[in-house]
């Protein structure tokens, strides 16, 4: 299922969409459905949605890269599919492109929000970072303040990161990573903003674990000499994108991939210069 693209047309107009939780500051409806005709339950989610124009945004498409990006580093993180399908919403038909996925709770867990989890265990004057360095995720974080780097994640509150826990095995661990709708170019609505949009640029990010930049957040990282156990290459390219021709326009798609591996070369003069 990771990083699949289907583009045959499917029917999904039986899903029923409802708002998600969206704390970034971002304009734009997000709404996510959920199934489970096949005894598995699978989420759906939308890119940027209008009720007068559609699906406008490119955002389940950003989530496709992300997932073959992080399929490179081999980092542990949701596998989403890109499927192509009709969709129902508020009466109306829409030809779009939308991600799933499947449940990463094992059974018997429950999950609950990061910054929930945090507001009812951290120590009195605890920081967020120093707060999961404690229960034993520095390495998680450092990885994911690295990816947030490279993709720019504008949208990494506390509800984006969740822990699970079962309380018969008494056993709490930390969501793989997930939802990176919100990063790259997810900004730009024409070839045109596409091409002057400034890659290596620190916009303003929603971070719940550091500041408000994704570069400054490099700073926490101390220590680590490998932040990934796989590599990206300039080859990786062609998978990277692979099946996205149409869906994006290839002024978008090289834009993507010059933004991902300039911001990966960067990454550890970024961080090393931290030490």
């Known amino acids: 299922m990771s990083g699949t693209v289907r583009r045959e047309k499917q029917d999904l107009t039986y899903l029923r969409w409802s708002h998600m939780r969206n704390s970034s500051g971002t304009a734009g409806t997000f709404l996510k459905a959920e199934s489970s005709l096949s005894g598995e339950k699978i989420y759906y989610k939308l890119s940027n949605f209008d009720p007068v124009r559609g699906v406008v945004g490119h955002e389940c498409v950003n989530e496709i890269i992300v997932d073959r990006l992080l399929t490179i580093l081999r980092v542990e993180h949701l596998p989403y599919e890109l499927l192509h399908a009709d969709i129902l919403v508020e009466g109306k ?20 929000a990061l910054d929930d989890y945090y507001r009812n265990n951290a120590l009195q004057g605890e920081s967020h970072y120093d707060f999961c360095v ?15 780097y490279i993709i720019q994640n504008r949208d990494r509150h506390g509800a984006n990161i969740e822990i699970l826990r079962n309380s018969r095995a008494h056993t709490v661990r930390i969501a793989p990573l997930f939802d990176h709708g919100l990063s790259l170019l997810y900004s730009c609505a024409t070839d045109e903003e596409a091409l002057k949009f400034d890659v290596m640029a620190d916009r303003k990010c929603q971070n719940f674990v550091g500041s408000f930049s994704c570069r400054d957040n490099l700073k926490l990282i101390d220590g680590r000499k490998e932040l990934f156990p796989g590599k990206l290459r300039k080859k990786d390219k062609e998978n ?10 290839e002024t978008f798609l090289d834009a993507i991939w010059r933004m991902i591996y300039t911001r990966y070369i960067s990454l550890e003069s970024e961080v090393y210069e931290n030490i």
């Open 240 to 249: 990277l994108l692979a099946g996205l021709d149409g869906v994006l326009s």
């Open 134 to 148: 404690r229960n034993g995720w520095k390495d998680y974080i450092d990885t994911m303040i690295a990816i947030d």
């Open 93 to 112: 038909t829409y030809e779009t492109y939308l991600c799933a996925s499947k449940d990463f709770k094992e059974r018997g867990e429950s999950k609950v």
